[in-house]
């Protein structure tokens, strides 16, 4: 069964997320407002469950542009507060220092189209050669390009996460944990990424399709 995660955007929402019935918390540093970010680190201390830290790059779907240096220096006030920190391979040189802390590394990759499946086998090797748990999310424009992502997925020998980005079929976000994948992403009050469902929503449909 795949663990449900809630993304959380503000302060305001992580009361919402860890009553939400969820199983992780993603905390989207990258969206989070400024101001919300001033003693962020020692209000996730108070939170029982675990977070996932990510900084997303606007090449990859959200809105930070540093280069990995900066990367770095947003994050690390967060790893004592971490169970997992999520990374593109455009910051792959600091996975080494976060699996140091004791931190696992959820290894992601996110493209608007669909790609083939020997694409997808290649972008999971490279993942796992510096992650924990490879994530990779892509584009869906059809029903088969939905089914190449299903069959992806349901053929790995090892765990993964896929997802779907963007509005084009996103029901396959529910049918993805059946095929199994590790991880789904919902929202609680704004979605972190287009095609998200609520929390209680994407719960709902689980527990009718399992």
Request: charged content about 20%; overall charge neutral.
């Amino acid at each position: 069964m795949a663990s449900i995660v809630v993304s959380v955007t503000r302060k305001e929402d992580m009361p919402l997320a860890a009553a939400s019935g969820a199983d992780l918390i993603e905390i989207r540093l990258d969206l989070f407002p400024t101001a919300d970010l001033e003693n962020l680190p020692a209000l996730l201390r108070e939170v029982s469950l675990p977070l996932i830290v990510t900084v997303r790059s606007r090449a990859e779907g959200g809105r930070f542009t540093g280069g990995p240096e900066e990367w770095r220096a947003l994050v690390t006030p967060y790893l004592p507060v971490a169970r997992y920190v999520d990374i593109e391979q455009r910051f792959s040189s600091c996975a080494p220092a976060i699996r140091a802390a004791g931190v696992k590394v959820i290894a992601s990759f996110h493209t608007p189209t669909i790609l083939k499946e020997d694409e997808l086998v290649a972008i999971e090797a490279r993942l796992r050669t510096f992650g924990d748990l490879p994530k990779i999310v892509t584009g869906v424009g059809t029903r088969d390009d939905l089914l190449t992502l299903l069959q992806f997925t349901s053929s790995r020998t090892a765990p993964i996460c896929t997802s779907i980005m963007g509005e084009q079929c996103r029901f396959g976000r529910g049918l993805l944990p059946l095929f199994s994948s590790m991880l789904v992403y919902c929202y609680i009050t704004t979605p972190a990424s287009a095609g998200q469902y609520p929390v209680g929503e994407m719960r709902t449909i689980l527990s009718l399709l399992t």
